[in-house]
T-cell receptor, first 115, second 115 residues
Framework: DAGITQSPRHKVTETGTPVTLRCHQTENHRYMYWYRQDPGHGLRLIHY???????DKGEVSDGYSVSRSKTEDFLLTLESATSSQTSVYFCAISGGGTANVYGYTFGSGTRLTVV | AQKVTQAQTEISVVEKEDVTLDCVYE???????LFWYKQPPSGELVFLIRRNSFDEQNEISGRYSWNFQKSTSSFNFTITASQVVDSAVYFC????????????FGTGTSLTVIP
């Protein structure tokens, strides 16, 4: 029943390499988000998108870029991965509008380890 | 600035006990939204409840209840007659009119229910 899927689920990469995480939704929602989850920090917003080619920065956007060329796909790229980017990454969508009205539906997460 | 504090990092209870998870928030907006999410050991994030700042009625859903008090800026979550399946990390989150697309999450409370 998942309307939102993330790939890969797990990834180990080396410091300095580029990494792209993919979020795919089948709900045709306008808003999509990338969060990272770290112990002691809860979840923090990296970037979000409010439409095709429309994106904005969140609280912890340094070192990350995003792209949205289709409604259903939202890509998160680490141009040159660092150990501080080891985290669990969650993609989210909000149903029909802004998140504060509709809340988030989260993907299953991607566990990224940078060695 | 927006902030959510979950002072209880870990809680352990014996099955069938009641347990309350605390959430204290900070915002300067008069219109804001509060959420609770559950993260079971499998790792997904599950939406539990959304409450806006104009609705101070407490809510009950089965064994779950929420107490929203604007006077103390708190939105506490009580589980009655806890069960092992309630073992999870619980996150409280805040968004407001100025940051409608960004949620501010607390650091989470890890609840363990001992059989």
């Amino acid at each position: 029943d998942a309307g939102i899927t993330q790939s890969p689920r797990h990834k180990v990469t080396e410091t300095g390499t580029p990494v792209t995480l993919r979020c795919h939704q089948t709900e045709n929602h306008r808003y999509m988000y990338w969060y990272r989850q770290d112990p002691g920090h809860g979840l923090r917003l990296i970037h979000y998108s409010y439409g095709v080619k429309d994106t904005d920065k969140g609280e912890v956007s340094d070192g990350y870029s995003v792209s949205r060329s289709k409604t259903e796909d939202f890509l998160l790229t680490l141009e040159s991965a660092t150990s501080s980017q080891t985290s669990v990454y969650f993609c989210a969508i909000s149903g029909g509008g802004t998140a504060n009205v509709y809340g988030y539906t989260f993907g299953s997460g991607t566990r990224l380890t940078v060695v | 600035a927006q902030k959510v504090t979950q002072a209880q990092t870990e809680i352990s209870v014996v099955e069938k006990e009641d347990v309350t998870l605390d959430c204290v928030y900070e915002t300067r907006d008069t219109t804001y939204y509060l959420f609770w999410y559950k993260q079971p050991p499998s790792g997904e994030l599950v939406f539990l409840i959304r409450r806006n700042s104009f609705d101070e009625q407490n809510e009950i859903s089965g064994r779950y209840s929420w107490n929203f008090q604007k006077s103390t800026s708190s939105f506490n979550f009580t589980i009655t007659a806890s069960q092992v399946v309630d073992s999870a990390v619980y996150f409280c989150a805040l968004s407001d009119e100025n940051t409608g697309n960004q949620f501010y999450f607390g650091t989470g409370t890890s609840l363990t229910v001992i059989p």
